[in-house]
């Protein structure tokens, strides 16, 4: 089973509508969670994270965490054409903060 | 805030030439740092982790080396590129175990 795993998608929602995309990983252990945005040729973009002892709230975006079914959940809400990217799920293993991502979820808004 | 700066943007390079990428960051002190590649339709994968001068954990094995000369200098090198370094290199650093990774622009390298 992979460390962090993502539905490659892609996934198409109208704008306006809210997005939901998952990320599944296997450490039961795993205290944060961060979500990063990657347009088509470009570095990841931090969007937000969460610790295991609750969800937040950012403006049009929410993380969700469910630590008895080991995963974690961004929404966007009021989704626009400019949201249109690749998210990527990332989790600490190994220790020392380093990262282990999932492959992504590409999402398109459309018009 | 921290700012990471990578370059070159773009090289293309052939296959047996050395490899140079230099990433340097500025905002913080003593920050980890990280270099990761993704490859073309693939996920970030984790190649080296620094927590200090000199100190690098290579995650996976391979053809290149990287080194920390300075407290925020990481350098990304090959002797001998192969057609599979193919790839987009990104430099991350976090400014402690436990805050989150932030990412330079990246280098795209084609191996011809």
């Known amino acids: ?111 | 805030s921290q700012t990471i700066h990578q370059w070159p943007a773009t090289l293309v390079q052939p296959v047996g030439s050395p490899l140079s990428l230099e990433c340097t960051v500025e905002g913080t002190s003593n920050p980890n740092l990280y270099w990761y590649r993704q490859a073309a339709g693939r996920g970030l994968q984790l190649l080296f982790y620094s927590v200090g001068i000199g100190q690098i954990s290579s995650e996976v094995p391979q053809n290149l080396s990287a080194s920390r000369p300075q407290d925020r200098q990481f350098i990304l090198s090959s002797k001998k590129l192969l057609l599979s370094d193919s790839g987009f290199y990104l430099c991350a650093s976090s400014e402690n175990n436990n805050s989150p990774l932030h990412f330079g622009n990246g280098t795209r390298l084609t191996v011809t």
Do not use: H
């Open chain 1, 1 to 111: 089973q992979k460390e962090v795993e993502q539905n490659s998608g892609p996934l198409s929602v109208p704008e306006g509508a809210i997005a939901s995309l998952n990320c599944t990983y296997s450490d039961r252990g795993s205290q944060s969670f961060f979500w990063y945005r990657q347009y088509s040729g470009k570095s990841p973009e931090l969007i937000m994270f969460i610790y295991s002892n609750g969800d937040k709230e950012d403006g049009r975006f929410t993380a969700q965490l469910n630590k008895a079914s080991q995963y974690v959940s961004l929404l966007i809400r009021d989704s626009q054409p400019s949201d249109s990217a690749t998210y990527l799920c990332a989790v600490p293993t190994g220790g020392g903060n380093k990262l282990t991502f999932g492959t992504g979820t590409q999402l398109k808004v459309e018009l």
